[in-house]
């Protein structure tokens, strides 16, 4: 985090955007991308994307002085696009609050020469604006001034749950595994209503960094910037031009840029493997056969005997036999070669509803040594600190201080 600050104005690294794919300047739209009868139909001009949504418009002092210019030490995390700031403002008259007073808020910082930062700071207007569900976060307002580009979201106070998973400091402790799978679960409701004939989006960007959540581990989905609209009528798919992040993006996306929902599902399986094994979908620090999380896990995961090669260490003890192996077998089929073979969000969010039912989750933040079952094993996945370094360069010349995969074109 530290070492976001230097980096922040760097340049992108999300050139190659298509905005006539972006479903912002040239899809047509049903309208029924909503799920609020005021909003207006599926907008299409940048004009429209901004007068039609419901979101506060903020003058760029008011959200300097919410964040006390910006500060080093108020940044929630980096993306590809530049930094995350705390914030607070008045909840009534929406201006600048003294810290630690009225309404805490995450403002997205774009760096400001990206042509497609632009694009996908509309995105996010054009879809945040328009739906909203309990497991999406919420977007309050946007800057639009001379070259700034800002967004202003509901403050999630856990973060990410990239964060959770694989940050080693001390004040992130391992997230337990009933909150995994209430997490899993939170994540799985908001791809089934992105999914859903009332919305009919694909998200196109899910991944651990773009999971937030709030203090009682609800999971919010996050980064609408790729989202598209999905196919209407008899498509089965839409065309694109390929993005996404390494380590998420479906193997037939990749090689077609044939986008469906299922593609989205593919991701969910990357991210169920993350949260089973405590690893990155992409870790470069690791020996060549371990670096790609599928590839590696996948002959480990359909057997009871061997699946604890895969199981992250830290959180052994806490779950049972069966509730480990359900989420490995939903993984399987997520990460099925054949999208058809995939399961769709709504089977998800049923298998993961029975899952953390039996968990005893239920909105409860209890503590989870007393869950602690009969497992116990020997795994090779032991919790050792990683160096990281990310796995890119930044505009200033140096590497951040950790790796993660970001968001990025797959192919130009
Ligand atoms: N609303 C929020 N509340 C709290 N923290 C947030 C919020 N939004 C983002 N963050 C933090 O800031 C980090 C950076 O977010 P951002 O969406 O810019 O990039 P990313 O998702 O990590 O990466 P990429 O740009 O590759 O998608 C997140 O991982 C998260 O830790
Ligand atoms: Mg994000």
Redesign the pocket.
Known sequence: MGSCWGSCFSSSIKDGFDPKHSGIGGNSGSGSKVSSATVPSTPRTEGEILQSSNLKSFPFTELKAATRNFRPDSVLGE?GFGCVFKGWIDEHTLTAARPGTGMVIAVKRLNQESFQGHQEWLAEINYLGQLYHPNLVKLIGYCLEDDHRLLVYEFMPKGSLENHLFRRASYFQPLSWNLRVKVALGAAKGLAFLHSEKAKVIYRDFKA??ILLDSNYNAKL??FGLAKDGPTGSKSHVSTRVMGTYGYAAPEYMATGHLTAKSDIYSFGVVLLEMLSGRRAIDKNRPTKEQNLVEWARPYLGSKRKIFQVLDARIEGQYSMSSVLKVATLAVQCLSTEPKFRPNAEALVKALEQLNDSSGNEGSGRSHAEMASKVHHSSSNSPKARRKSRNHEVGNGKAASYERPSASPLRT
């Open positions: 993306g960094s773009n996050s980064d």
